[in-house]
């Protein structure tokens, strides 16, 4: 089982990380054409980066207190 949440854990991770990558590149394409200033794009890199490292973290810690529930059955 805990093989089977691990499994899962990391394939959310992959997810996120997926949505962050098509998300960067849409800032780049906005930034190359001119549609957003450079301050805009660091700006919305650096956020989307935040949002990735919490939606991270929260994925880390479920997968922590499954672990720990599995241990105890």
């Known amino acids: ?6 499994s899962e ?5 992959v997810s996120i990380r997926n949505i962050r990558r098509d998300m960067m590149n849409d800032i780049k394409e906005l930034a190359k054409e001119k ?5 805009d794009e660091r700006r919305a890199s650096d956020d989307i ?7 991270i973290e929260t994925i880390d810690s479920r ?3 499954k672990e720990s529930d599995l241990m105890e059955v």
């Open 49 to 55: 980066q935040k949002i990735t490292d919490k939606y």
């Open 63 to 65: 997968l922590s207190k």
């Open 1 to 6: 089982m805990q093989k089977l949440a691990r």
């Open 9 to 13: 854990a990391e394939n959310s991770r």
């Open 35 to 39: 549609e957003i200033s450079e301050d």
